[in-house]
């Protein structure tokens, strides 16, 4: 049901009058995020700058059962901010203060709606960085909500293993602080984990205390094509028991290198399946060992062209390629949509991973996208199609089934950083079992009206 006029006018009084719309064009630019889920309209929008504001908003939500989804900057790719159930979208984008680097302590306080990249310049002045990069100009709120990761997550971790503390909104309005400025804890049970990953379902989080790392004084890079899919990921499992500690490993598969090489002036890949490698350290003569060591590795899995020392510029735009990879895909099909494969395995089944996710497309007649994060087992697959074509986006929808369920049953997860949202919640009881009934318990005691973030995980 639509909101009352008394909602709607104890909800205005909290913030000023330019922060809170009903009027359709935001309420279009809040109905949908960068997934394929079809678009849900809120009744309103507010902009928050405090969180004292956000708990009067939620406070009076709650009372009268009114739903509430945050917003961080709409680029997700599962339906977590879309507001299915109507309600108000909480749009944290001006909670965007930088309040405080403890540049000793290698700490930063920012407000929920700052953008990630933006905290980064600002800490290059203090030789120090923010290391999770999910490659969109996501905020550090929205980072923490999906627990977001990507390139380096293999040496730096994902953002939950970089949140020190929390000021978290809960459903009734009460403000809680959990962590410590502590590098380590042993004390109560860990809320800041919690919170991580659960896209808003069980708090708003308003205020995070990171912790960052210091930017590295060298590192070296290296591109490797190899004939096959499987020798490639087969070397990236070698290449991490090795016990070498790269910073990035990706992989790319044959068709994306082909769009790199299409869309790119600056690169000419052989057109098969390949793994960027880089490292950061303290001197090039360490890496240098390291890359040797990693040349033989390669060699020995049938490499079929190793190019190493690529300089900062090279480095620079190979990065932008690979995050520039979404657009080229959509780029190359203009008016499909990406069904958004997420799967993420542990390390030594990456390999039948990749065969799989290969062999299924290729015996449907469909062209997947295979690339990922693959030191940490993470692996993407955009399938582009039409959701308004039911029969040919039934298929992408099976491929799909077929892929979560195997790598569900390698142990693996059905999405290792896009997060549930709507698009994974037919999966979680496979992934679950019994543990799915206590998040629900969870979620009943810290939200028993169910205002927050509805129709998500469950």
């Known amino acids: 049901m639509p909101l009352s006029e008394s909602s709607l006018k104890r909800l205005r009084e909290v913030v000023d009058p330019d922060r809170f719309s009903t009027g359709i064009s935001n309420l279009s630019l809040h109905a949908k995020d960068e997934s394929f889920h079809p678009a849900h309209l809120p009744d309103a929008v507010l902009w928050p700058r405090t969180t004292e504001e956000v ?14 989804t945050p917003w961080g900057a709409g680029t997700s790719l599962e339906g977590n901010p879309i507001p299915v159930k109507g309600g108000i979208v909480l749009d944290l984008q001006q909670m965007n203060k930088i309040l405080s680097i403890r540049e000793n302590d290698l700490q930063v306080d920012v407000q929920a709606g700052v953008v990630f990249k ?7 002045r203090y030789g120090l960085f923010f290391p999770p990069d999910p490659g969109a100009s996501a905020t550090i709120g929205g980072m923490v909500a999906n627990n977001a990761s990507g390139i ?3 040496k730096y971790g994902a953002t939950k293993d970089l949140i020190q503390r929390l000021t978290v909104v809960l459903a009734d309005g009460s403000v809680i602080h959990p962590g410590t400025l502590a590098f380590k804890t042993s004390s109560g049970l860990d809320l800041c984990r919690l919170f991580a990953g659960s896209e808003g379902i069980l708090g708003i989080v308003t205020e995070i205390t990171l912790r960052l790392a210091g930017i590295p004084p060298e590192f070296l890079a290296a591109v490797v094509s190899f004939p ?23 992989f790319i598969g044959t068709d994306s290198v082909r769009l790199i090489n299409k869309y790119t002036e600056t690169f000419n890949f052989p057109e098969s399946p390949l793994i960027f490698i880089e490292f950061h350290g303290t001197s090039k003569e360490g890496l240098a060992a390291d890359l040797e060591l990693v040349r033989e590795l390669c060699e020995d899995n049938g490499a079929t062209r190793f190019e190493a020392g690529i300089g900062r510029q090279a480095r620079a735009k190979l990065w932008e390629a690979r995050y520039n990879l979404h657009d080229f895909i959509l780029r190359e099909h203009p008016g499909l949509e990406p069904m958004a494969i997420d799967t993420a395995v542990p390390i030594s089944k990456l390999p039948d991973i990749v065969a799989f996710a290969e062999k299924i ?7 997947g996208y295979v690339f990922g994060h693959a ?8 399938m582009m199609g ?3 074509d039911t029969k040919s986006w039934a298929v992408l929808e099976e491929i799909n089934h077929q892929l979560v369920e195997y790598a569900i ?12 949202g709507i698009g994974k919640i037919q999966f979680m009881e496979l992934e679950h079992g019994e543990s799915l009934e206590v998040m629900r318990k969870i979620k009943k005691l810290l939200d028993p009206k169910g205002i927050l973030n509805p129709g998500k995980m469950f």
């Open 55 to 68: 708990s009067r908003i939620v406070k009076i939500c709650n009372e009268e059962e009114i739903p509430v």
């Open 375 to 382: 030191g940490s087992g993470n692996i993407h697959m955009p």
């Open 118 to 124: 933006d905290l980064n310049k600002k800490l290059q």
């Open 152 to 154: 380096r997550a293999i």
């Open 228 to 250: 096959t899919g499987e020798a490639a990921s087969l070397t990236v499992s070698q290449i991490i028991r090795s016990g070498l500690s790269p910073a990035a490993l990706e």
């Open 386 to 388: 039409d959701p308004n």
């Open 361 to 367: 497309t290729r015996n449907r007649g469909i062209i």
């Open 409 to 420: 049953s390698l142990g693996g997860t059905a999405t290792g950083e896009h997060g549930v």
